[in-house]
């Protein structure tokens, strides 16, 4: 919301503070000042000239030469401009001066343009006479400023007065931010009352007189509120003979400033109110309304309604319209419509100020989608006092602006006004909240500034229909901190018993996570949590998968942010793709962040949010290098038993042959492979990548942070080798089961040293070569134990159709 | 005999002065002090000399002995060292190759800045706890003091699932969760994600993180909210950081603030970083709204409390100068290794 701060003055005529001030004070009041335009900015020794003479330029067909009356002397200026004629008053800026624009009206520079005397094509020049582009402002808001030229003032001037005073723009615009709770300062007044409260200074609210013409208001418009739910106060005054013409300068600028354009005098008084008051108002044309009946009902499902910016609109019956006795004609609390829409040629107005359900307009307001200034201020839900006073104001300003005679008397259709709220004045309490020692009778000295009345007699408050934000002990106590100051008020850490600050065991796991991650290469990625549909297709999901089931959002920024990822590979590989693309060699990314698992579909209820760690890289490092981080993150989360690995993952967006479910105690806690060419075609991906997911939630119950010494051992170890020919479909994981199994007690360890195919071993074997380590904690291991353990394990491995090697 | 010695003795310095291999040493060793060596030897002739004089002349010997092992033991050390500094000039090495680097990855700004803030929050005993990312309208929005048709429920900024369930906007619902759990006194942070439909461009993401603070206890005050907030911006962007509380709103907060700090830039005296202004605006806080205690079971007149949120994205592009939003979701690896 923008408004003039001369505008503000009106009502708080001692406000004498200058611009910065104002706006940190009416910030740290509570009123957030976003900033401020100073409408004179860069304009400096503009004077009012008067065109005593115009002759043509001896060597430019396009300029002329004027003799400009400045008041103390006369001045010749070259001018391009088309418009002037010999009398004409204009802005002047003298030698040595400044304008703020160029004519063309694009952006100002920020120091403004130096105005110095010169030759224009040999005729000097000693200043410039000024459009209204070059004085920082437009067409817009000075509509009667020819479209190409030299600004010419319409009212009376005189030469050598300050042109920028003459032109009201001596002023500084404000923009604030209203809190959405402080409907009330959404009007010039509720800033007003603001500043006078801050400033501590008096306001004075403007005197409304319009009593009209003697006659009876009832003669000429009726009114029935069939829904006093949604329209809890219908006021209407009827203007007649109405003279349409331009506003009046005063009131133009006053538009101009809030950056409303001036249009005439009716809708510039509607919009002066609306500005002033915080209360839309409407006017129709009387003698388009049937009947001169007002009747405000809902609409019937499926009515249509074209409204003034001649849009049909479908209706429905939650949405509240104003209508005539045969027809509706606007479209309550959001716009009007074209069937009453007023032309110049209007002779009688009927003027609405009314107080709609602000629920209501917000939603039809969603529904028609549209949204108008009129809807934005209904919807925060408006005083229903303040109705009245508005549409007074407009008839006073139609008589004083004399744009029409006012009749009579008021059309008031209400309901029965909300009592006006009491609360209890607890000084201590509101002490105690803040941490304070706010004297009772500062506080009560704010409530003055507020008129927010306190009763001593009943030791209550009574808060202002205006301020309907005051509900409670809470926003009293607002009040007084927000004029006490929030900068006095100290600054204190909690009293109470000390607490012990912790991170919980999840969270450690994934700190542990990162870590790990780190230590082997990759960096931390962030992905979005919700993707396309067409995910599933790239990573080549079968069509019945159980991951196309998602959590799905109804009004997404595109179907590219459509679905709730079920699953995490899409954020990584589109990740190390753009790294690819960009020729980043070796790269490795991980990433934790949520799968979405709808536990139905539709979805009824929280959905099961699962971690994912994800691990992803190209360029150095293989199947092997990923499986090696998963151990070292699995160990040093304290899972200590041996995690297997079933090739037979079944998962198709990875390389059939590389892939597999990482298992650890039987349960499936993740997987990890060789992304399947397709997919990693699908990403533009040209080399192998490799990928390893862990699902959090599995993990967590075996992970621990607990650590047990368990001695270093003191006998000695003895080492078997063994090498055997095995067939290819035995996997190693199938062999170490088997030394697991039956190596007894005393098996410390195993490794594979060697792995071989090719030449001298027949087709479809292999030759595995491994050592194995056992050792006795309370004793040096005898012959007969280590063969008896072997003899075991070779038994075992015979049975796996495995020839052991010389 | 002593003479004999003597001669014993003076010979074998004269030949370890004259070695110049530790090999030549031993060769000394040997031949004096082995068992077949001129000393051992005089040492078997013992039972020629006098049984009187034998106690004498085996203190001789062994005198002899001690020095020229003396003698041998300092030139074998003096030789060693000068092998060692020999091998050790043969060994300089260019020390301005390059390193050989583990090649440790990086962590992400935005869990750098987290990390942070969990740091100096459970330093003055919160408990870190999670909520879920997709939210029930009840605890994003009602239990907040936000009740249906409230603007800031409006379609264009929440992503909706259906009616009843939506992408949390904010994490303060975590608060609603926390205080139904009826375990007083609360201090809590909930770092999270959340969802808002703006388009990506340089300021906006439709997928941010935030941080909300709870405190629930018997006493607290709004002076408290401003202390432990002012001590969080010192221990976050430095000791002479101040704080300034401007008057807001939140529906779920009365009285409510946005706090801003003095700019970490300029101290506060203006300049581009800051827009000239000297502050920058950080989070927005306030004292627990009296209708949102009473709707998680929790006795306003007896307890009371504030609330904070912050944006983490805010902070980690304003402590590590990041210029575009964008950067931190692309994963660029030349992004990611610069932190």
Redesign the interface.
Same mark, same amino acid.
Request: glycine share 6%.
């Given at each position: 919301m923008n408004t003039p701060l001369s505008w503000i003055r009106a009502y708080v005529p001692d406000l004498t503070c200058g611009d910065k001030e104002y706006m940190d004070a009416m910030?740290?009041?509570?009123t957030?000042v976003e900033g401020f335009t100073r409408l004179d900015k860069n304009l400096e020794n503009i004077v009012v000239g008067k065109i005593e003479k115009i002759e043509r330029h001896p060597d430019a067909d396009k300029l002329i030469i004027c003799q400009v009356n400045i008041g103390i002397q006369t001045i010749q200026i070259v001018t391009g401009a088309p418009n002037l004629k010999e009398g004409d008053y204009v802005p002047t800026v003298l030698d040595g001066g400044r304008v703020a624009g160029g004519h063309d009206g694009g952006p100002l520079p920020e120091n403004g343009i130096k105005i110095k005397a010169g030759k224009l094509r040999g005729i000097e020049s000693n200043g410039m006479m000024c459009s209204i582009e070059e004085l920082g402002s437009s067409r817009d808001f000075y509509p009667e400023a020819p479209e190409n030229g030299v600004y010419v003032f319409q009212k009376e001037v005189t030469p050598g007065e300050d042109a920028v005073a003459a032109l009201g723009l001596h002023d500084t615009v404000v923009e604030y931010e209203v809190?959405?709770?402080?409907v009330d300062c959404y009007s010039v007044l509720g800033i007003a009352r603001e500043a006078a409260a801050t400033f501590r200074k008096p306001f004075h609210a403007p005197k409304v007189v319009a009593e009209g013409n003697g006659e009876d208001v009832n003669n000429y418009v009726s009114v029935e509120v069939q829904d006093t739910k949604l329209c809890t106060r219908y006021c209407a005054r009827v203007c007649k003979n109405i003279k349409i013409a331009p506003s009046p300068e005063w009131m133009q600028r006053r538009l101009a400033a809030c950056g409303i354009r001036p249009i005439n005098n009716l809708v510039d008084i509607t919009n002066y109110v609306m500005m002033e008051y915080g209360q839309p108002m409407h006017a129709y044309d009387l003698n388009m309304v049937a009947g001169h009946k007002i009747i405000v009902r809902r609409a019937q499902d499926g009515d249509e309604f074209c409204t003034l910016d001649g849009q049909v609109r479908m209706l429905d019956a939650d949405m509240l319209m104003i209508c005539d006795a045969e027809k509706e004609i606007g479209l309550a609390g959001i716009m009007g419509g074209e069937n009453s829409k007023i032309t110049d040629e209007v002779q009688t107005v009927l003027f609405e100020a009314a107080t709609f359900n602000?629920?209501n307009i917000?939603?039809s307001s969603?529904r028609v989608g549209l949204r108008t200034d009129a809807s934005g201020i209904f919807?925060?839900g408006l005083d229903a006092r303040n109705a009245e006073a508005a549409i007074n104001r407009a008839c006073q300003l139609i008589e004083e602006l004399g744009c029409g005679e006012v009749v009579s008397g008021l059309v008031d259709v209400k309901a029965p006004f909300a009592p006006l709220r009491e609360i209890a004045f607890e000084p201590e309490r509101i002490n105690?909240?803040?941490?304070?020692e706010i004297a009772r009778e500062e506080m009560l000295a704010i409530f003055d500034r507020l008129e927010l009345f306190y009763n001593a007699d009943t030791g209550m408050i009574t808060a202002p229909s205006f301020r309907q934000?005051v509900e409670?002990?809470?926003?009293i106590?607002?009040e007084v901190?927000?004029f006490y100051g929030?900068?006095k008020?100290?600054?204190?850490?909690?009293?109470?018993?000390?607490?012990?600050?912790?991170?919980?065991f999840?969270?450690r796991i994934e700190?542990k996570a990162?870590d790990i991650?780190?230590?082997?290469?990759?960096?931390?990625?962030?992905?979005?949590?919700?993707e396309s549909p067409k995910v599933f297709d790239k990573l080549l999901l079968p069509m019945d998968s159980p991951l196309r089931q998602t959590?799905?959002?109804?009004?997404?920024?595109g179907e590219d942010?459509s679905v709730?990822r079920t699953i995490s590979l899409n954020g990584i590989l589109t990740?190390l793709a753009?790294?690819y693309n960009?020729r980043?060699k070796n790269?490795?990314?991980?990433e934790l962040?949520?799968i979405?698992i709808p536990k139905s579909v539709?979805?009824?209820?929280?959905?099961d949010?699962r971690m994912q760690f994800t691990l992803g890289m190209y360029g150095d490092g293989d199947f092997f290098t990923m499986k090696g981080v998963v151990e070292e993150f699995l160990e040093h989360i304290g899972m200590k038993h041996k995690a297997t690995y079933d090739p037979d993952a079944g998962k198709p967006f990875l390389h059939p042959g590389r892939q597999a479910l990482i298992q650890y105690d039987d349960t499936v806690i993740g997987y990890l492979g060789e992304i399947h060419p397709e997919v990693a075609d699908n990403y533009d991906i040209d080399t192998k990548v490799y990928v390893a997911v862990l699902d959090m939630p599995e993990i967590l119950p075996f992970a621990s942070f607990d650590r047990k010494y368990e001695g270093i051992a003191k006998y000695p170890a003895v080492s078997r080798d063994i090498s055997m020919v095995v067939p290819k479909s035995v996997l190693v994981g199938d062999i170490e089961k088997i030394i697991c199994q039956r190596g007894g007690k005393i098996l410390e360890d195993y490794q594979l040293f060697d792995i071989y195919e090719g030449e001298q071993i027949k087709e479809g074997f292999k030759s595995v070569a491994y050592s194995i380590t056992f050792r006795a904690k309370d004793r040096t291991l005898e012959e007969s134990d280590v063969s008896g353990a072997m003899k075991k394990i070779l038994n075992g491995l015979e049975g796996l159709g495995i020839e052991l090697r010389a | 005999m002593k003479e004999k010695l003597e001669k014993i003795k003076a010979e074998a310095i004269r030949q370890i002065s004259t070695s110049d291999a530790l090999d030549k040493l031993n060769d000394v060793r040997v031949n004096f002090l082995g068992k077949k060596g001129e000393l051992t030897a005089v040492l078997k002739s013992m039972k020629e000399v006098a049984p009187e004089d034998r106690p004498k002349v085996g203190q001789l010997v062994n005198e002899a002995r001690e020095e020229i092992e003396r003698v041998l033991e300092e030139a074998r050390a003096g030789m060693e060292k000068k092998l060692r500094e020999a091998k050790m000039k043969a060994e300089v090495i260019d020390v301005t190759l390059p390193a050989q680097k583990?090649?440790?990855?990086?962590?992400?700004p935005?869990?750098i800045a987290l !990390?942070e803030v /969990?740091r100096i929050? @459970?330093?003055?005993?919160? !408990?870190?706890? /999670?909520g879920?990312? @997709?939210e029930?309208d009840y605890y994003n929005f009602e239990a907040l003091n936000i009740p249906?048709?409230?603007?800031?429920k409006?379609?264009q900024d929440t992503?909706?699932?259906?009616a009843?369930?939506l992408?949390r906007t904010q994490t303060s619902g975590v608060q609603v969760h926390e205080m139904e759990k009826g375990r007083l006194?609360i201090?809590m942070i909930a770092p999270g994600?959340v969802?808002r439909?703006d388009?990506v461009d340089a300021t906006h993401s439709?997928?941010f993180h935030q941080i909300e603070g709870l405190?629930i206890?018997?006493?607290?005050?709004?002076?408290?909210l401003?202390?432990?907030l002012?001590?969080f911006a010192k221990e976050l962007f430095g000791e002479d950081t101040k704080v300034?509380?401007?008057?807001?709103?939140f529906?779920f907060t009365?009285?409510?603030?946005e706090m801003d700090v003095s700019c970490f830039k300029c101290g506060g005296r203006g300049c581009r970083f800051c827009k000239g202004e000297g502050w920058i605006e950080i989070l927005g806080c306030g004292?627990v709204?009296?209708?949102v205690l009473k709707m998680c079971n929790i006795n306003p007149e007896e307890y009371?409390g504030f609330a904070f949120g912050v944006g983490l994205e805010r902070i980690a592009l304003l402590k590590y100068e990041i210029d575009d939003m964008r950067l931190?979701?692309?994963?660029?690896?030349?992004f990611?290794?610069q932190f």
């Open positions: 910030t740290l009041s509570g957030k809190t959405s709770n402080r602000g629920a917000r939603r969603k919807e925060k105690k909240f803040l941490g304070t934000d409670c002990f809470a926003d106590a607002e901190a927000r929030y900068d008020i100290p600054t204190t850490l909690p009293s109470g018993e000390a607490m012990t600050g912790k991170l919980p999840k969270l700190e990162r991650a780190e230590y082997c290469g990759f960096s931390q990625g962030m992905c979005y949590s919700f959590v799905t959002i109804s009004n997404p920024l942010f709730m990740s753009t790294n960009r980043n790269v490795r990314l991980y962040g949520n979405y539709p979805v009824v209820d929280y959905p949010e | 583990n090649n440790v990855g990086h962590r992400h935005n869990t !990390e /969990e929050f @459970i330093g003055m005993g919160y !408990e870190v706890v /999670e879920p990312e @997709i029930k249906a048709d409230h603007p800031a409006d379609e992503f909706y699932v259906n009843d369930i992408l006194p201090r994600r969802f439909a388009e439709p997928s405190v206890d018997k006493n607290i005050t709004f002076a408290d401003k202390g432990t002012a001590e300034k509380f401007r008057p807001h709103h529906p009365e009285p409510s603030a004292m709204h009296p209708k009371t931190l979701y692309e994963n660029d690896i030349r990611l290794k």
